[in-house]
């Protein structure tokens, strides 16, 4: 039986601090309708999709931080979009802001969901890498708060069954980290979605801005290719409150070779299908982990988080 799963990525550019949700999830709702005709089963939005990149500020006061986060998924500005998934039978993966109780304390994760096409959260995530730094940093021309505004997940890298497939899901910095993909590939993924906002220029150090383009690229092909998986990585892209965010959203195949990749910096839609039997023979030759993995000298990915220098 085939396993073809058609599958879109839905680039979005810019979002405005001021914009309201309602025209966000509009946006989001005419890219489902092109993914719909182009015959996409599931499609891929951008990390923290529902608003502006609202850690490149520093904001004291916690409620204006609220904003900015879910406090239930669906909710009353989601709905719509939940809703016309269902009509057109498409599932999707979203980026958001989740904020929840536990008890008294408030707990604020960068998250992303699976929602399959009858309109069902089978699968959630919380970011585990969070880049930047927790205080205000006034050299920087941009901030990027995330270590202030969110905890570390605490979910783990888990995959799922859905779509007649195994997918996974990370977002944006994740990427970066080959363990991240691995622990994964170790539960057989199929596909990986994933959303990212990375500013084409570095902030704090002089660095090319074509290795940036390389680095994301780079990762996500690396990550498929060591794990016999579809990546499927989505932008926030173009101009947004002044500072230019990298675009390139690309499906990236088990073979490491991108497949369908954006021309623009707004809002696009690219589709591919996507075999998900296409890595097994990479998965059962060069990265069968069962065969050739040596876990007995990997002990220092797990005991050890920094760099320590032989004596
Ligand atoms: N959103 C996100 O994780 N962005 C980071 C930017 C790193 S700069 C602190 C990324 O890895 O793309």
């Known amino acids: 039986m085939s396993r073809v799963l058609t599958v879109g990525a839905a ?13 966000v999830i509009a946006r989001m709702t005419a890219l489902l309708q092109q993914a719909a005709r182009k015959g996409c089963r599931f499609v891929v939005f951008p990390e923290l999709a529902l608003t502006t990149f609202f850690p490149r500020w520093y904001m004291p006061d916690w409620s204006e931080v609220d904003g900015y986060f879910e406090d239930a998924m669906p909710n009353e500005a989601t709905r719509p979009l939940f809703e016309a998934a269902v009509a057109m039978g498409v599932g999707f993966y979203l980026g958001y802001a989740e904020r929840f109780m536990e008890g008294a304390k408030v707990r604020r994760f960068n998250t992303s969901i699976l929602v399959d096409a009858g309109g069902a959260i089978v699968g959630k995530y919380r970011k585990v890498h969070l880049p930047g730094h927790a205080e205000l940093e006034p050299k920087r021309p941009w901030q990027h708060l995330e270590k202030r505004y969110f905890e570390p997940g605490d979910l783990g890298f888990p995959v799922f069954r ?39 220029r570095n902030s ?14 780079m990762s996500m092909q690396a ?76 002990g220092l990915i797990t005991s050890q988080t920094g760099v320590v220098p032989p004596p």
Not at 11 to 23: C, F, H, K, L, N
Not at 255 to 268: H, L
Not at 286 to 292: G, I, K, R, S
Request: proline fraction near 4%; include cysteine; aromatic fraction near 8%.
């Open 162 to 200: 859905a779509f007649g497939g195994l997918l996974g899901m990370c977002i944006c910095n994740d990427r970066r980290w080959p363990e991240t993909f691995r622990v994964m590939g170790l539960q057989g993924v199929e596909l990986v979605a994933l959303g990212y906002n990375t500013p084409v």
């Open 223 to 298: 990550g498929a290719y060591q794990n016999g998986t579809w990546v499927v990585g989505v932008a926030r892209s173009g101009p947004e409150e002044g500072v230019d965010m990298m675009a390139g959203s690309c499906i990236v195949a088990p073979t490491g070779e991108i497949v369908a990749q954006t021309m623009t910096d707004g809002d696009e839609l690219i589709a591919y299908d996507c075999d998900l039997d296409a890595g097994r023979y990479i998965k059962e030759t060069v990265f069968n982990f069962a065969a050739h993995r040596r876990i007995e000298h990997y």
């Open 11 to 23: 680039q979005m550019g810019p979002v405005a601090r001021a914009e309201p949700r309602a025209s």
């Open 204 to 217: 704090v150090a002089r660095e090319a801005e074509h290795l940036r383009m390389m680095h994301n690229q």
